[in-house]
């Protein structure tokens, strides 16, 4: 399975961005899917998930209100829209799959295969 995340850019405080992650190898529907970031100098850290059947999803507090997963099947690909970016959301972001599982994890042990990331850098 190889999952290969797109979308990341520079962009201004308050803007917009959407990232995407393809999986190959196996459908996507076979995979409960996450997002976590890491910051320069910081661990890395949950943002997220979405289950395999689509139909649980949550995100980390800190961007509950601004960050959410969603997923299309048909293409194979799980998104994370982000709104209203700020410069502390400044990280490279990190797609990962898990068996599937009803409630996805949020621990980087509980998934089984990672893409390489894509930098996102907000300006303020």
């Known amino acids: 399975v190889q999952l290969v995340e797109s979308g990341g850019g520079l962009v201004q405080a308050g803007a917009s961005l959407r990232l995407s992650c393809v999986v190959s190898g196996r459908a996507s529907y076979s995979y409960t899917m996450g997002w976590f970031r890491q910051a320069p100098g910081k661990e890395r850290e949950f943002v997220a998930a979405?289950?395999?059947?689509?139909?649980?999803?949550f995100s980390a507090d800190s961007v509950q209100d601004r960050f959410s997963a969603s997923r299309d099947d048909a293409m194979n690909t799980i998104y994370l829209q982000m709104n209203n970016l700020k410069p502390e959301d400044t990280a490279v972001y990190y797609c990962?799959?898990?068996?599937?599982?009803?409630?996805?994890?949020?621990?980087?042990?509980?998934?089984?295969?990672w893409g390489l990331g894509t930098q996102v850098t907000v300006s303020s």
């Open positions: 979405i289950s395999w059947s689509g139909g649980y999803r």
């Open positions: 990962a799959a898990q068996s599937r599982v009803p409630i996805p994890g949020i621990r980087e042990d509980e998934y089984d295969y």
